[in-house]
């Protein structure tokens, strides 16, 4: 059974940074996306970033220029970079892997990132 892993949150002070990592615990074959979720107090779950097989990156409005997703394939691991952070980001984020051939998606248990001072 895949479990995927979280770490790196915390309570950071606005205008800080905080590098989340997400590892598999097992083999995801073909994954073909890469994405990372969150969601706040009475807010429904949201994309915050994504990477799909090609390479190609999605970010949700509220945190381009600020946040980076990146990836390890060989370790079937992926980052989010997470810069410049505001109240308004605090969360817990989820990441979720996905993979096909067969098809299966995992997602993280999350992992809390508070932004205050």
């Known amino acids: 059974q895949v479990q995927l892993v979280e770490s790196g949150g915390g309570l950071v002070q606005p205008g800080g940074s905080l590098r989340l990592s997400c590892v598999a615990s097992?083999?995801?074959?073909?994954?073909?996306?890469m994405g990372w979720f969150r969601q706040a107090p009475g807010k429904q779950r949201e994309l915050v970033a994504a990477i799909v097989s090609g390479g190609t990156t999605t970010y949700a409005d509220s945190v381009k220029g600020r946040f980076t997703i990146s990836r390890d394939n060989t370790k079937n691991t992926v980052y989010l970079q997470m810069n410049s952070l505001k109240p308004e980001d605090t969360a817990v984020y989820y990441c979720?892997?996905?993979?096909?051939?067969?098809?299966?998606?995992?997602w993280g248990q999350g992992t809390q990132v508070t932004v205050s001072s």
């Open positions: 097992g083999s995801i074959f073909n994954v073909y996306y």
């Open positions: 979720n892997i996905r993979g096909q051939i067969p098809l299966v998606n995992y």
